[in-house]
């Protein structure tokens, strides 16, 4: 067996690692192991690469590993589970960026080597690579400066957006074509500029709470760019993982859009909602509608003789903070005999599962947490639920009126339960804009404040009945 | 690698992918955002053949010491806090087993 047999076995076991990793992903049980045998996938592919014959210098490897390595390890341990969004973004980029670097470098050494032009199937990995990989870097980038909050998180537009956009991908596909066809290196410097400029403003006018499908798209943008370096390398392993997570990116920007009723397209090139908090509160005969409100006092003596209650979290729970206290008024209500659940909608918070994992900061049992396929029929049979800092996910508007912006996207049905209690903290309106009926329900109480204070002093009332 | 061989490979990692990640529940969906995130560091294998063949050129070990870095940064960082997040998901304590019968 030659060296370069040995190699592509363990490829292949590398790629087997990923997997089976991405298998056991399937179940929270599992899913620790699963990460785990990933990351030993990853180690059998470097020390294989490491080995191959045709790396002769070390010394700029291990240096650059090291400080990569170092840099990302601290950033993992300290950020904050809240910071996740922002996170997933910055290392998604860093992905894209290596991958674009990686073409780059492919087709500076092609015309060193004194090639006039790239073949065809080159041609197409190295700018496909180079272009897709510098969109992704750059827009995660802007991704990351949003949820961050060093930009705006409204949608930022300018005039003739889209016809800019547009102007600038032609522009970046004729001068990748032209470039595979003519070997000059300023060529593709300047076509991996354009799609940098490209990646910001694809990403500039699109607002907070369409951020996961944007996450998700990037995702698969960096997966397929490093498939499209695998081609370019002649290496089944990038390829093989490239794809994988290329799916992955995929079908959650699949899942992400379904959530909201909207397309793939219509989230990425729509500038949608962020009209800011114009809520009237004013009927369509032009009344002003009533909103009644609920003390913590009266809220915390009807939750302990509740029999069931629900707790609907979004973005304003993590923007507050106030994941532990809302976990420690579940597990008081359930020492008293209370059912307890969590009902979580697909695209609550600022990327998938966001609200899954805040929760489990707080050491919320993974079985309290219900999907809304799950939470839905619940809804008749509960007494109480608790709407903390989401809006537009349980607005009834989406299902029941058809000129509603909203209409058709799937909600968690709380209007069907006994009492709703909205924690919020003013009655501005939510991410799209929309007037929200609910909070005018006769059913429905307002509890108007900083969500982490009224719980905390709700957890304090609810220990004193 | 013939380009037929390439393109057989790529249809079926993105059939294994679509089928494999289709089972993911929702509640994991951030963890499989991040642990994807850490396999596309992958390209780490491409930054290290660049760099370490680069045969003195500029640009190549300007490109590949910046994509190593990169690389390095992705997989590591992807993988640790995806640990962090998975280490955090439990279920709910079981309960005293009572005395039978």
Redesign the interface.
Known sequence: MTRADVIQIAYLIAAFCFILGLRWLSSPRTARKGNLVAALGMLIAIIATLVDGRVVGYTWIAIAAFVGGSIGALVARRVQMTAMPQLVALLNGLGGGAAALIAISEYHVAGAAGEARLGAVIAVSVMFSTIVGSISFAGSLVAFGKLQELLPGRPITWPAQKALNGVGAIAVLGLAAYASLNIQDPLLWVAAGLALLLGVSAVLPIGGADMPVVIAFLNACTGLAAAATGFALNNSLLIIAGVLVGASGTLLTQLMSKAMNRSVASVLFGAFGGGGGSSSGVSATGETLPVLEISVADLAAQLVYARRVMIVPGYGLAVAQAQHPVRELADLLIERGVSVAFAIHPVAGRMPGHMNVLLAEADVPYDQLLEMEEANPDFPQTDIVLVIGANDVVNPAARDDENSPLYGMPILEVDNAENVIVFKRSMASGFAGVENMLFHDPKTRMLFGDARKSLTQLVQDVQAV | ?S?IT?LV??VL??W???E???????????????????????????????????AG?T???I???????????????????????????????EPPKEGQG
């Open positions: 690698m380009l390439e490979i790529l990692a993105a294994v992918g679509i494999v990640i289709s089972k993911v529940p929702q509640m994991l969906h951030t963890p499989l955002m991040s642990g994807t995130n850490a396999i596309h560091g992958v390209v780490i294998v491409g930054a290290i053949l660049v760099l370490g063949a680069a050129g640009v190549e070990t490109c590949g010491i910046v994509a190593v870095a990169f690389g390095a940064a992705n997989v590591v960082g992807g993988f640790v806090v995806t640990d962090r997040m998975l280490q955090m998901f439990r279920r709910r304590p």
